[in-house]
């Protein structure tokens, strides 16, 4: 689908992209972290054909990006950093205007002007000038022109900058009903969001990028599950059964109050489901009051990478 | 083509919902009535020679106002990103706003005919001096626009866009003043490249090929010009 081969982008002196490539197949959502100045944006630029890249070729649905600039963005539905708005002119105006310029049939223009509105919840704000809307309808409106020709590729730019967390909540759901046989790109430097929207991340990292899993993946790989177990029991025992277990690793013990404690164990194999911690403290009738496991953030991992 | 039509209309309904377009219009009227009445005051001649030489001297001033947000303002707001990620070619979005400001400046022309119609009911004027004179300042707006088009399309900022517009403007306009100081191929040139040299016949009821090519190549240099600093975006690398 998206086919992005040694990529570099220079700035005069500023390297902003160094040689970049990855492969993003039909479907997918994919979210491209990094802090500020990483490269997203620019990044997001030369897929759209808006900046041509220094060095590089990359390919959308088999065609390349400097040769066929205006079949590719027929096929891409693009939100820049700041939503493009012109604020003298109503949603319903602006919308018009988007699906014009975006090659929709005269025929279905009042549809799909319609079916964006209500798509991105802005029935009750169509008639209204772009510049009295709050910032997060301007961020729908700024969706609702990118989605307005059904492109088969969404890009959006930090889809979620500057919203207040309702305003936010509103974008994600909007962005997490795009119908699923799209493919989504979504830049971020805030990680839950990844988190919460993508399937798979690529983190950039002045320019290059330092990872590209799928996000459990990220969130499991490197680091081992953490397990934390309120046991009622004596001491020793459950000293004991955490010994016979082979699969954890005991890492702390803390007593809580009367013969309640909390035992930290580190899983030493991810395949295993605790069954064997579980039946040895059985074994040894120390009693299971709760458990709960500790997964590793994308945040970790984030900051793993970035030290 | 379409898309052109689109994106004229969207640069006219722009303008009429700022209010630069009513200050422009107001302003052009009343200045143009007070020297429409002076000048019919001590002219009893039946042409309106004199009232297109107030025009083209109004335009120069009030072209640079008309056009030096017509770029400059879509790349201060990010919406030039958008115009250009929408599969809209270059030259489409080029003439699209050209093709606005032109039905603006076309408009503010429109709204003179009703002079013409005092001039017609109380004399007999040379209907043909009228008729290309009204063609020579048309074609005049046209080619000052699309300066004022090609300034903004260098420049992020209105007032840079402004500010060089009535450098250029200046510069053709009244060069006509260098003549004295030139001679030889320098005074050729200055004379040749002079807007009044060319607008003069029309106004005196002369169409030659030779005033129709000085505008049209002008023209198109200049769309040219600007369709070439949006391909190589020139506004971002200088
Ligand atoms: N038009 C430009 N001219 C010069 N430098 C630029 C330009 N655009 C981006 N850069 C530089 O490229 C780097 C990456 O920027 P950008 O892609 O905007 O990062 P991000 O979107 O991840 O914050 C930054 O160092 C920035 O200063
Ligand atoms: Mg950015």
């Known amino acids: ?307 | 083509m379409k898309k052109i039509f689109a994106i004229a209309q969207k640069e006219l309904s722009v303008y009429f919902r700022s209010p630069i377009a009513y200050v422009v219009l107001i302003v052009t009227i009343v200045i143009f009535n007070v020297f429409f009445f002076a000048i019919i005051d001590n002219n009893e001649e039946a042409t309106l020679r004199d009232i297109f030489k107030v025009m083209e001297f109004l335009f120069v001033f009030i072209i640079p106002i008309l056009t030096m947000k017509v770029f400059s303002e879509e790349k201060q707001m990010g919406t030039m990103e958008f115009l250009m990620t929408t599969p809209t070619q270059n030259n489409e979005i080029v003439l699209g706003k050209y093709l606005g400001v032109l039905l603006f400046f076309s408009f503010l022309i429109i709204l003179t005919i009703p002079y013409y119609g005092i001039i017609e009911f109380f004399s007999r004027p040379d209907r043909m001096a009228i008729l290309t004179g009204y063609i020579g300042i048309w074609l005049e707006g046209a080619f000052f626009i699309s300066i004022g088009l090609m300034v903004s399309s260098w420049t992020k900022s209105q007032i840079v866009a402004a500010i060089l517009s009535y450098l250029f403007l200046f510069l053709v306009y009244f060069s006509s003043l260098a003549d004295k100081y030139t001679n030889g191929v320098v005074k050729a040139i200055v004379k040749y490249s002079n807007v009044m040299t060319h607008s003069e016949n029309f106004i005196v009821g002369i169409l030659s090929s030779s005033d129709l090519i000085y505008f049209f190549s002008g023209i198109l240099f200049c769309l040219v010009m600007t369709r070439i600093s949006i391909d190589t975006k020139i506004w971002d690398n200088v």
Do not use: W
């Open chain 1, 1 to 307: 689908m998206i086919s992005v081969k040694h990529i570099s982008k220079q700035f005069g002196v500023c390297e902003a992209l160094k040689n970049i490539s990855f492969e993003i197949p039909s479907g997918e959502i994919v979210g491209f972290l990094g802090q500020n100045g990483a490269g997203k944006t620019t990044l997001m630029r030369i897929l759209t054909a808006y900046l041509p890249p220094s060095s590089g070729e990359a390919f959308i649905c088999g065609e390349n990006i400097l040769s066929h600039p205006v079949g590719i963005r027929r096929k891409i539905g693009y939100l820049p950093e700041n939503p493009p708005l012109y604020s003298t002119m109503t949603v319903k105006n602006y919308l018009r205007f988007a699906a014009r310029l975006k090659d929709v049939s005269v025929k279905y223009e009042k549809a799909q002007v319609d079916h964006v509105l209500s798509e991105c919840h802005l029935l009750e704000v169509k008639d209204h000038l772009i510049a009295t809307l709050s910032k997060g309808y301007k961020q729908r409106v700024g969706i609702a022109q990118a989605i307005i020709h059904e492109p088969e590729v969404i890009i959006l730019d930090e889809p979620t900058n500057g919203l207040d967390p309702v305003q936010i909540q509103h974008v994600r759901q909007l962005i997490r009903r795009l119908e699923s046989k799209r493919t989504v790109i979504i830049s971020t430097h805030i990680l839950s969001e990844i988190e919460q929207l993508a399937q798979r991340v690529l983190i950039l990292k002045k320019g290059e990028i330092v990872a590209d899993n799928a996000i459990e993946q990220i969130v499991v790989s490197d680091e081992k599950k953490q397990l934390f177990v309120t046991v009622k029991g004596k001491e020793e025992m459950i000293e004991q059964a955490v010994k016979e277990a082979n699969d954890v690793k005991q890492i702390n013990i803390k007593f809580l109050e009367d013969d309640l404690f909390e035992v930290h164990l580190e899983n030493t194999n991810n395949v295993s489901h605790y069954n064997q911690m579980i039946q040895s403290f059985l074994k040894y009738q120390v009693k299971i009051v709760s458990m709960r496991e500790k997964k590793n953030s994308l945040e970790e991992a984030f900051l793993k990478i970035h030290k």
